[in-house]
Each structure stands twice: as C-alpha cells, then as structure tokens.
C-alpha cells in the first residue's frame, strides 16, 4: 500500500554553488530570514495580491473555487506518469545546453560560437556571441519551464480543494517574483563576463610578450629558426574553460529553475491517493 516514487529532489542552491566555487560570487553570509526577505520584495500590490489567494482561516480553505470548465475535462495523469515526463523536460534542455537541442524535442537549436574571436579583438565586444548564447538559453529554459510549471499547477488544482489552493498559491507567487527572478538571473551573464573579460586581457597579453620573445630570438638567430622553441600553443586553448564554465553555468541555472516544478511534483505525490 506504499508509493514507491521517490521525492522529488530539490537543487536547492545550485547556481549559486556553482558561482561561489568558481570564484563568481562572494559567499553568501548567514541565511536571513525567509519571510523577512520575501516581505521586503514585495509592494503593496503585490502583496495584496498574495493575499487574496491565502485563505483567512481553516473554514474558507475548505470551500475550493469552481474549477473552470477546461480544467474539469481535464483528465489526471499519474504522479509516476508526471516524474517521467519532468525528467524528459529536464533531458532535453541539458542536451540543448551541452549538445543541441535533441530532435523532436520542439526546442530551437542554439549552437556555441565558434572558438575563434574575430580580428582585431575588441574586449568590450568580444563577449557578445556568448552573451547571445547564454541569453537564448535562458529564453528557452523560462518558455519551456513555465509551460511545464503550469501543467503541474492544473493537475494539482484537480486534487481537491488544498491541491487547488497550492496551485493559486504558485501561480500567484510564479506572477510576483518573475521580475526579480528575471533580474537576478540576469546578473549571472555579467559575471561570465567578467571572467571572461579577465581571460582574455590575460591571453593578449601573454601572446603580446610571446611575440616579443619571439622577435627577439629571431634577431639573434637571424634567418634560421630556433630549432629548441616550443610549439606553437592552439591560441583558442584559453577559451575552452570558458565555454566549459559557461555551460556549467547554465545547467546549474536549470536546476535552479527547476525548483517551483519539482516542489509541484512532490506536492501531487503527496495529494495522489495510494496505490494498492
């Protein structure tokens, strides 16, 4: 009479891991109160807003809203059924992120430029294909992950009335901190940058004193070559990390964006009646 389907697993701070261990983003200092830092993102609209769908006590909770004429049709789907295909959603942007988008998937393909930065190399430029490529895909992941998010929120509003009362509760919170979801998020990308920026002004200035040494070696061997110089190193080895890094970055993103799903998941796992 048990539920065999795990928990759904929570990635609780990811992209922020992520940038704390590569030296993106200080650490973060002791955890503030969650409630306090939510209430200080709020205005007053917004939190009218969050407190329409809050029930005022135990009574109006039980009274569920008709469920609009659509959703009633609607027919519930598994919470097994509902895991695969979270899974399948999540497959298919990793290997968009790593890869390409795999085929049949419905996701544009966004392909990585190519290691090899246009001359003369402008440093307040040279960023901006990896900008685009970093902002496609996060494009992608938000049209992708709010339509799953809301597939999720309609089979929990069918699971009686607290499933319903969740479901508006996630859909009004989804409403009020997009932007500054948006905003945040926004701010990985400059700290990519930044590293990126810092690689680069060390590159050239490692080739700058590599053709010195070069041109001086020459004067003094004159025409013949210096058969005990090292090879030429590839001159896009630099960048490799970078474009590693980037598509860390953008995986533990993912993650992070997965997080409202997740919680939908594990909340109609717990709503769904057991199984025999």
Do not use: C
């Not at 607290?162 to 701010?187: M, P, S, V, Y």
């Not at 920026?197 to 210096?226: F, P, Y």
């Not at 970055?249 to 998941?265: F, K, M, N």
């Amino acid at each position: 009479m048990t539920r065999a389907l795990p928990r759904a697993s929570l990635y609780s701070a990811s992209l922020v891991r992520f940038l704390t261990e590569n030296a993106l983003l200080a650490p973060a200092r002791q955890a503030e109160d969650v409630g306090q830092k939510l209430g200080d993102w709020l205005d007053f609209r917004q939190a009218i807003a969050l407190h329409g769908v809050l029930p005022p006590d135990t009574a109006s909770a039980a009274q569920a809203a008709p469920l609009p004429a659509h959703v009633q049709r609607m027919a519930l789907i598994a919470p097994e059924a509902l895991a695969k295909h979270v899974d399948k959603v999540r497959a298919q942007l990793v290997e968009s992120i790593t890869q390409g988008a795999p085929a049949g998937s419905g996701l544009a393909r966004i392909d990585m430029p190519a290691p090899v930065l246009d001359a003369p190399v402008e440093i307040k430029t040279a960023f901006e294909p990896y900008r685009r490529f970093v902002a496609a895909h996060q494009r992608q992941m938000d049209s992708t992950l709010r339509s799953l998010r809301a597939q999720l929120r309609l089979q929990l509003s069918k699971q009686g009335s607290a499933g319903q009362q969740l479901a508006a509760l996630d859909a009004t919170f989804e409403n009020i901190l997009a932007e500054r979801e948006a905003a945040l998020l926004a701010k990985t990308s400059k700290l990519l940058e930044k590293r990126f920026v810092q690689a680069l002004k060390a590159h050239m200035q490692a080739q700058a004193m590599a053709t010195e040494a070069a041109d001086a070696s020459d004067d003094m061997d004159g025409i013949d070559a210096n058969p005990n110089a090292p090879p030429k190193a590839d001159p896009s080895i630099w960048l490799m990390p970078l474009r590693q890094t980037l598509r860390q970055a953008l995986l533990a993103e993912l993650d992070t964006r997965l997080q409202p799903s997740l919680g939908l998941l594990e909340a109609l796992t717990a709503q769904a009646p057991l199984t025999p």
